[in-house]
């Protein structure tokens, strides 16, 4: 079956220890985003990928990367994650032209 | 920036029906969606309605629009206990953007 794949689905780091978060799609669709979102709060965007355009929120803070190597895989890295980063994170896929945004099953990420 | 409102709490009987509302302030977004999220996964696509319609129905679930009042609402018909979820309402644009509400947490009594 076609799908966003989110790997992994429980992630534990340490104040200011690097991590990778991935997501890989079978859907073939040029659009993928990256959403954070914490507890009992609305999905947030963090930024998407138009194909190999990087398109980033204004809001999103800088410790928040990313990189698509290409069109399957796309990964977050937080080059030092705080307390307040600990949320879930789900990456979702879109098709230009349609705007229906498949999400993956999301990585909980918690930082000690 | 776009605001999407949501209450955060609903609760009903199994069988009875149940009415999430929405808000929003962006009368230009194209799309209109609602999202069910279960515990401890990600977002499932339920319906979407266009900006251009007051009404859709699929199955169970009828969707309405409010244009004027910038109002969207999900009634779910016989509602069940795996009907339990988070729903969230989102608005989005031609240009791939979406805005979530914070979710609205459907608890259904059997």
């Known amino acids: 079956d076609a799908m966003v794949i989110q790997n992994p689905r429980y992630q534990v780091t340490q104040f200011g220890k690097p991590v990778t978060l991935s997501c890989s799609q079978t859907?073939?669709?040029?659009?993928m985003y990256w959403y954070q979102q914490k507890s009992s709060q609305a999905p947030k965007l963090l930024f998407h990928?138009?194909?190999?355009?990087?398109?980033n929120e204004a809001d999103t803070p800088d410790n928040f990367q990313s990189r698509r190597p290409n069109t399957s895989f796309c990964f977050l890295d937080i080059r030092s994650p705080g307390l307040g980063d600990a949320a879930m994170y789900l990456c979702?896929?879109?098709?230009?032209?349609?705007?229906?945004?498949?999400f993956g099953p999301g990585t909980r990420l918690t930082v000690l | 920036g776009e605001d999407v409102e949501q209450s955060l709490f609903l609760s009903v009987r199994e069988g009875d029906s149940s009415v999430i509302n929405c808000t929003y302030t962006?009368?230009?977004?194209?799309?209109l969606y609602w999202y069910k999220q279960e515990p401890g996964a990600g977002l499932q696509l339920l319906t979407y309605?266009?900006?251009?319609?007051d009404m859709k129905q699929d199955q169970r679930l009828t969707v309405l629009l409010n244009k004027k009042d910038k109002h969207l609402s999900l009634r779910i018909a016989d509602t069940q206990t795996g009907d339990s979820a988070i729903y969230f309402c989102?608005?989005?644009?031609?240009?791939?953007?979406?805005?979530f509400g914070a979710g609205t947490r459907l608890t259904v009594k059997p």
């Open positions: 989102a608005v989005g644009w031609s240009n791939n953007d979406m805005r």
């Open positions: 859907l073939n669709h040029n659009v």
């Open positions: 309605i266009f900006s251009n319609m």
């Open positions: 962006d009368s230009s977004s194209t799309y």
């Open positions: 979702a896929t879109s098709r230009v032209g349609t705007n229906e945004q498949f």
């Open positions: 990928y138009y194909d190999k355009d990087f398109n």
